[in-house]
Nanobody, 112 residues
Framework: QVQLVESGGGLVQAGGSLRLSCAAS????????MGWSRQAPGKEREFVAA????????YYGDSVKGRFTISGDNAKNTVYLQMNSLKPEDTAIYYC?????WGQGIQVTVSS
């Protein structure tokens, strides 16, 4: 079993920044990809970013490219999402993901 614990969410004004963290524990994977997805009220879940822990490749959704950066610390089994130039449309519950496992989600609210 895998546990994913997100932290760092909250309320920020448009143009501001937040950094989300996700710490993983439990089962070990030999190959894994960790990342983030989000879901805004009344909308479908949307891919945000992912990090391939084996080769360091990163992937981003079109709506966040150039503003969000994903990074990881293998020693801490933690992935981070640095979110800059936040917009009201970034308001959503952000979920940490790891090889099909999902965290409980954390709220990010961007006020205009």
């Amino acid at each position: 079993q895998v546990q994913l614990v997100e932290s760092g969410g909250g309320l920020v004004q448009a143009g501001g920044s937040l950094r989300l963290s996700c710490a993983a524990s439990g089962r070990a994977f030999s190959n894994y990809r960790m990342g983030w997805s989000r879901q805004a009220p009344g909308k479908e879940r949307e891919f945000v970013a992912a990090l391939d822990a084996n080769n360091g490749s990163t992937y981003y959704g079109d709506s966040v490219k150039g503003r969000f950066t994903i990074s990881g610390d293998n020693a801490k089994n933690t992935v981070y999402l640095q979110m800059n130039s936040l917009k009201p449309e970034d308001t959503a519950i952000y979920y940490c993901t790891l090889n099909g496992y999902w965290g409980q989600g954390i709220q990010v609210t961007v006020s205009s």
